[in-house]
């Protein structure tokens, strides 16, 4: 999976519908959750930093954390002196960073991970106390939204009350749903959701 990326990573920020989920995911994100200048952010499967940039001028540090350095490099190439995301190649759920954060988004990145479970407790260990997550992704859909194919793709997207469960499981509540945008392809709709939740 991370080589598929590493592949793509030169040409991401090209696509158009990836720039618009992107883009809906951080106005919905700004419309439900306050994002105050003493906030350290990670950006989990942040890749060359779509959502990261447009979080950043808000917050005090957004740290973009990816398995694929191509990516990483995308995303290290677009810092300025104003404008800066730190990156980290790592696996959160295997190598943990040692700090915490005030809040973790993600978007289309949670689909990449097999183990969900495994994965919000990892992000309950790197967030402190009343942190908050914000991770959008696809509705369930019928294996048709990656059109190049569904390698390293675990999950054909998610059901929305299993979700909410997983993550209660794993220690958040007030958990919300909200639908950032819709991708219409060759006729098909495909739903993109974020859910929000804090730290129990
Ligand atoms: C579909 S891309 C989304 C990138 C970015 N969030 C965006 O919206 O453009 C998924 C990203 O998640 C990363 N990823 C997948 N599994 C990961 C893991 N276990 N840890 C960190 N990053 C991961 C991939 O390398 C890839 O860059």
Redesign the pocket.
Known sequence: ??ER?DRAAEN?DKGDM?RF??ESVFQTIASRIALLGHMDILD?????G??GFRIAPQVRSVTG????EK?LEQAAAKNTPQLRMETVCA???NEPLDRTFEGIV????MH??EDTAALFRAFRKHIKRDGFVAIADLDAEDGTFHSHGNEGVFHLGFDREKLRETAEEAGFSNVRFHTACTIEKEGKNYPVFLMTATKL
């Open positions: 999976m991370t990326f991401w990836r989920i992107a989990f499967g942040c890749g060359t779509l959502l954390v990816d398995l694929s990516m696996d959160l759920l993600s978007s289309m990145a990449h991970v």
